[in-house]
């Protein structure tokens, strides 16, 4: 009911305005006068549990001085410690003039955030977007980088308080999308979706920071020896002691705390305003009514109302109240509850004075301990006694009220929190939020309840009180296992939510619980939300640097999947430091894999410079890079034809190739590998004749890498020779420039020999004129062809030296290495030794086509002498069909001399 409807229908004779208390109520004014509301903060201590406002750390019993030991520069408290989200105002301090004002929310509420104006142009912007909440929380991915760099050297949990205020900035950004954003659009729900899961991560967050403070703190004060409390008979007293001693008591109160957290941050967002007219008077409309009744002779038909005004007469008399006062109240209480739900009892209290029902904020009092200082003091000065002396009678009553079916069920919820009543708290419970609270609010006033008789300090009327309850054996397994066997089918299908199951996992401490499941929501498909992976990668990060004992492997899984997700969005800076993270040798391959897809120089080096900030192992990674690519191809060395040919074409793949050593010469330290690895690449295009191909690989490798690697190796100080693998390789460079150059000379001349002076005919019958021309024509050709024919000499001669340089390879020959004792390289062998098998034997026969085409016909005999030569033993490298097809060659050669008078070695016969 909106409040105007419900003040024009009031019985009451109401002033020409309503009270102050109303418009307050429902048209809240922020500070500038603007209509508006705040939303109220979370403050740095939740308030509002049975036992927190007297429980002591032990900590600050025995004050030892950890802050040193981890680094937060002050104590922490076992509290939860919330951030006040931004625009907010504390409510623990609130008087009785302003508190509607904080507690109520406004539809006019973001006319007054400056905040929410100065962020209209980005969430314009912002929505035109595809996706407008995944782009405005990209920038998650660094900001959560740039914290754990930030906080590496100081408190682990300062950063996990970063990592919740930088989650909460986006829930707040993405909460003014979603209000700015048509409803119903399916950008609309994609950014509602995020900002719940982000709103969730900020949550966990939260929990970790408490839990693992209280951790931590425990076990850097195990050796702290504890004193051996003297019997009490103070109840606050007792129960400090068990929060001391039992961290099973002390996290699960934790655990309330943080719940209750999460509602005191979302109480702004309860939907019902409730409307009071009045400062101090209860049931208005009632007495009203009652008051006019009083007041007339006939009554004539009226509807039974009450006929007292006491908190007891509805429930007395079996009577009602008013309609407007039934409905006040079933809001009051549902209200009450909402803010006893967010720890906020005190305020609960506040607004049941504020409704002149301070009889029921009396009835909210009686939980706390019974505590008198002067027992044990000297009894010189009298202190003020603190709780509920008779808080066992108390607690009986609020049992019975819980059980009373009579009374409204959001009323019967309030007293079953108090007393610890299980099953008529259940009811209310309508999210797994709720419902978790609520079993660890009865587990811990169990707990202490036990503590309590155990001491011997339980009064008689604590046996009125279920067996059940009093016996109850909580754990916090079983408060899971019970969660399971709920009825409601919300909270069961709740149960099974990522970030409820982390949740889970981290409240039991579970760690290998929890990392199962990260290896089983890995394997699954679809793949994980983003923010969820980001989340879970920087959860593992924590944990190892509380040197947590995790399940490698999950880990490394997590992390490579993360960094896979980064890979895919392109996210280039951040991708070095998560892949330094992981083991060596797997952070050597996952970098690797990642700049195969970098082609830009110029980002390559930026994610060399990357990994070397990260601490990588540089080197190994831009040589797997290098290996990687370059045995893609799997084909085998294929035998040449000898038909000569001036290329094959060079492919993207073959580029790739080309293109990948430059990985290798950033560095001028790797000028050796780089040297090893263009060598075996131009191997495999040597293989596959593709000669420009393995130009190319050689024009990549600087002309000074040779020096550059003795240079290097002389300022170690080193008296001894190169290594034996760092000579082979430039010996083998030699070999392969020594092979391109001579494939280049004869590319030369055999597209000069193919290409001579076309000799001018004259046609039949020429007139003069035509024959003077043809004579001029003749005596340009004769000069062009001496030109010709000189070039091609020279050619000759080039292409002959160039080749025999290759036949006649100096120390041992072409593709032989010089030191035997480099380390054992199989496959470099067996390639080296098939080279020489495909490619001395084309060498020999190109020589042969260039003598026998420029009639030299004597030297291609010759040649038959060096191919035989024991010296050389270059029959070795010729198959049978080869020999059989020089041979061949050679009688053609010695036909052609005998033809010329020649003997068929092509001397001169001698008569």
């Not at 947590?548 to 960094?563: F, G, W």
């Not at 390879?809 to 030191?819: I, L, N």
């Not at 496959?827 to 420029?854: D, G, K, N």
Request: hydrophobic residues 40%.
């Amino acid at each position: 009911m909106e409040w105007g409807q419900s003040w024009l229908r009031s019985p009451v004779v109401r002033d020409s305005e309503v009270t102050q208390a109303a418009r307050r109520v429902a048209f809240p004014v922020a500070q500038d006068g603007t209509p508006g509301t705040t939303t109220p903060a979370r403050t740095a201590r939740t308030p509002g549990s049975h036992f927190k406002q007297s429980f002591t750390p032990k900590s600050a019993l025995r004050n030892p001085d950890v802050s040193a030991i981890l680094g937060t520069g002050s104590r922490f408290s076992r509290y939860v410690n919330t951030p006040r989200p931004t625009g907010s105002l504390s409510m623990t301090n609130l008087d009785d003039s302003d508190w509607t004002n904080s507690l109520y929310p406004s539809p006019l509420s973001g006319l007054g955030d400056t905040s929410f104006t100065n962020d209209v142009n980005t969430s314009a912007v912002m929505l035109k977007e595809e996706d407008p909440g995944e782009a405005a929380c990209l920038s998650l991915f660094p900001e959560f980088l740039q914290s754990f760099l930030r906080h590496s050297s100081s408190a682990v949990f300062d950063l996990l308080e970063e990592y919740e205020a930088v989650c909460q900035d986006k829930v707040s950004m993405l909460q003014k999308l979603v209000l700015r954003s048509a409803p119903g659009q399916q950008k609309s729900s994609k950014t509602a979706s995020i900002t719940w899961l982000l709103q969730q991560e900020m949550v966990t967050w939260r929990l970790i920071t408490s839990l693992y403070k209280d951790r931590v703190q425990s076990a850097l004060e195990d050796d702290i020896m504890m004193d051996v409390a003297a019997p009490s008979e103070s109840e606050k007293v007792v129960m400090e002691q068990l929060f001391q001693r039992d961290s099973v008591v002390r996290q699960s109160q934790l655990v309330v705390d943080w719940l209750e957290s999460i509602a005191k941050d979302e109480i702004g967002d309860f939907s019902d305003n409730i409307e009071y007219y009045a400062k101090s008077v209860c049931w208005e409309n009632t007495l009203h009514t009652l008051k006019l009744r009083r007041g007339q002779t006939n009554s004539g038909f009226s509807r039974p109302l009450v006929t007292e005004l006491d908190p007891d007469a509805p429930i007395r008399q079996k009577r009602p109240l008013a309609d407007l006062d039934r409905e006040d109240d079933a809001r009051l209480l549902k209200y009450l509850f909402t803010l006893i739900r967010a720890g906020m009892t005190d305020e609960a209290q506040r607004l049941c004075k504020r409704c002149g029902q301070a009889w029921r904020a009396a009835t909210l009092e009686g939980w706390k301990l019974y505590h008198d200082p002067n027992i044990n003091g000297d009894g010189a000065v009298l202190q003020h006694v603190e709780g509920n002396p008779h808080r066992a009678v108390w607690k009986v009553c609020c049992w019975r009220m819980a059980d009373e079916e009579q009374f409204n069920r959001y009323e019967r919820a309030i007293y079953a929190v108090l007393s610890g009543n299980l099953k008529q708290l259940l009811p209310v419970c309508e999210s797994w939020e709720d419902t978790v609270w609520a079993y660890f609010r009865v587990l811990v006033d169990s707990l202490v309840e036990q503590e309590i008789r155990s001491s011997g300090m339980a009064s008689e009327e604590l046996e009125e009180l279920p067996r059940e309850y009093l016996e109850a054996n909580w754990t916090l397994e079983k408060v899971f296992e019970e969660l399971q066997a709920t009825e409601s089918k919300r909270v069961l299908e709740a149960t099974k939510e990522h970030y409820h199951i982390i949740q889970k996992f981290v409240i039991l401490g579970d760690l290998d619980g929890l990392l199962e499941e990260f290896s089983d929501w890995l394997r699954r498909s679809p793949a994980l939300p983003s923010h969820l992976l980001r989340f879970m990668t920087h959860l593992v990060l924590f944990y190892r640097s509380l040197g947590m004992q995790l399940k490698e492997e999950v880990s490394v899984d997590v992390l490579k999947a993360y960094i896979g997700l980064l890979i895919r969005d392109k996210q280039i800076d951040l991708i070095a430091f998560y892949v330094s993270h992981l083991p060596p040798d797997t952070a050597v391959t996952q970098y690797a894999q990642f700049l195969e897809e970098v082609t830009e120089t110029e980002q390559r080096k930026h994610c060399l410079e990357l990994a070397r900030q990260a601490g990588l192992d540089v080197a190994a990674v831009t040589k797997t890079v290098v290996e990687t690519i370059r045995e893609r191809d799997t084909d085998e060395f294929a035998h040449h034809d000898l038909t000569p040919a001036l290329d094959s074409g060079t492919t993207a793949e073959d580029q790739q190739k080309i293109d990948v050593i430059d990985w290798l010469l950033f560095d001028p330290a790797q000028r050796a590998e780089a040297l090893k690895q263009s060598n075996a690449i131009m191997r495999k295009f040597l293989a596959s004749k593709k000669h420009d191909a393995a130009k190319l690989v050689f024009a990549k490798v600087p002309e000074d890498s040779m020096p550059e690697v003795c240079r290097q190796w002389e300022e170690q100080g080193m008296d001894l020779p190169l290594p034996a693998e760092d000579e082979n390789a430039i010996r083998e460079h030699l070999c392969i420039r020594a092979y391109l150059e001579a494939h280049e000379a004869f590319n030369d001349w055999f597209r000069h020999m193919n290409s001579p002076p076309v000799k001018p005919t004259l046609p039949a019958q020429a007139k003069f004129t035509e024959k003077v021309a043809h004579e001029m024509k003749e005596k340009e050709y004769k000069m062009e062809h001496d030109n010709w024919k000189g070039r091609l000499e020279a050619l000759t001669e080039d292409v002959k030296e160039r080749i025999y340089n290759v036949l006649l390879f100096v120390d041992g020959g072409w593709m032989v290495d010089v030191r035997e004792d480099a380390e054992d390289n199989p496959e470099r062998s067996h390639q080296m030794s098939l080279l020489r098998r495909l490619c001395l034997p084309m060498m020999a026969f190109l020589l042969l086509t260039v003598l026998q085409r420029t009639e030299r016909h004597q030297e291609s005999l010759r040649l038959a002498d060096i191919i035989a030569s024991d010296q050389h033993r270059l029959y070795d490298v010729f198959s049978k069909e080869e020999l059989q097809k020089f041979l061949q060659k050679m009688r053609e050669s010695s036909l052609l001399l005998l033809d010329k008078d020649l003997d068929p070695l092509g001397y001169e016969i001698q008569p």
